[in-house]
């Protein structure tokens, strides 16, 4: 497998990780992530929304990172 499959997929995954945290946020917290009983895993609703937060802005960061790596073509070997 290449490296640029490799990138393709974790790409494509933090994608799909990111529709899904997106989902998740409320802005008066009672959305979609009250749902699934996510006050029982965290102390509080603020920790909760901290931690999704926070890897809501890792994901982002990863995409946006491996968007500019995948379609700049900084991976592919030239052709001679």
Do not use: C, Y
């Not at 997929?9 to 699934?36: E, N, Q, T, Y």
């Not at 995409?63 to 379609?71: E, K, R, Y």
């Amino acid at each position: 497998m290449q490296i640029t499959s490799l990138l393709r997929i974790v790409w494509a995954a933090s994608a799909l990780g990111l529709i899904v945290l997106v989902l998740l946020h409320s802005p008066k917290g009672d959305g979609l992530g009250s749902l699934g009983g996510q006050a029982q895993l965290f102390t509080s609703t603020k920790s909760a929304e901290t931690t999704l937060n926070r890897v809501t802005w890792t994901l982002t960061v990863l995409f946006m990172g491996l968007t500019v790596i995948l379609s700049a073509g900084w991976l592919n070997p030239p052709a001679l």
